[in-house]
């Protein structure tokens, strides 16, 4: 069974820094689209940054320029760099992926258990 594990989230004052990443487990043929998203308390879940099936990246305009999406197929994992945090930030991140699993047609979307950050003085 494949499945996201997220990890890096936290506490954080405004002005600082976060890492998060994001690890697909299990027996994964191929990786297309991944990326992060976040939901604000009392928000719609929207769009931080991800890269297409082609590797184009796409940003949300509130993030451009202080994050960073990376990726690293040979671990199947996806990064988030996050730079002069604002409290504006502060949601639980979420990890996408759509995954081929090995022996399977058929991609799967696949969501993280989701990690807070909180953007706090």
């Known amino acids: 069974q494949v499945q996201l594990v997220e990890s890096g989230g936290g506490l954080v004052q405004p002005g600082g820094s976060l890492r998060l990443s994001c690890g697909a487990s299990?027996?994964?043929?191929?990786?297309?689209?991944m990326g992060w998203y976040r939901q604000a308390p009392g928000k719609e879940r929207e769009l931080v940054a991800r890269?297409?099936?082609?590797?184009?990246?796409n940003y949300a305009d509130s993030v451009k320029g202080r994050f960073t999406i990376s990726r690293n197929n040979a671990k199947n994992t996806v990064a988030l760099q996050m730079i002069s945090l604002k409290p504006e930030d502060t949601a639980v991140y979420y990890c996408?992926?759509?995954?081929?699993?090995?022996?399977?047609?058929?991609?799967?979307?696949?969501w993280g258990q989701g990690t807070l950050v909180t953007v706090s003085s």
């Open positions: 890269f297409s099936s082609v590797g184009i990246t």
């Open positions: 299990g027996s994964i043929f191929s990786i297309g689209a």
């Open positions: 996408n992926m759509n995954c081929l699993p090995s022996g399977s047609v058929r991609y799967l979307e696949l």
